[in-house]
């Protein structure tokens, strides 16, 4: 799960850039994490805690709002 996140931090500024090289830095000023990262960990607490999967990724989409979150999750 950690490489996942770091992986999304990495990537986070080249979301919508098809890149092809592997000559790049890794942190950038701009990196940030996205829903990828907030669902994640949402996911992490409902295996670990037993909380649904619907009630786990609710509550961290409401704690981290504005993070790329598709249409058809926000309904």
């Known amino acids: 799960m950690l490489g996942a996140m770091i992986g999304d931090i990495v990537g986070s500024i080249y979301e919508w850039d098809n890149i092809k090289s592997t000559d790049f830095v890794l942190f950038q ?3 940030t994490f ?3 990262t907030v669902l994640t960990a949402a996911t992490e607490k409902a295996i670990i805690t037993r909380m649904s ?10 704690r981290y709002p504005g993070r790329g979150y598709g249409g058809n999750f926000s309904r």
């Open 29 to 31: 000023p701009n990196s």
């Open 34 to 36: 996205t829903d990828d």
């Open 53 to 62: 999967y619907t009630d786990a990724y609710q509550d961290f989409a409401r």
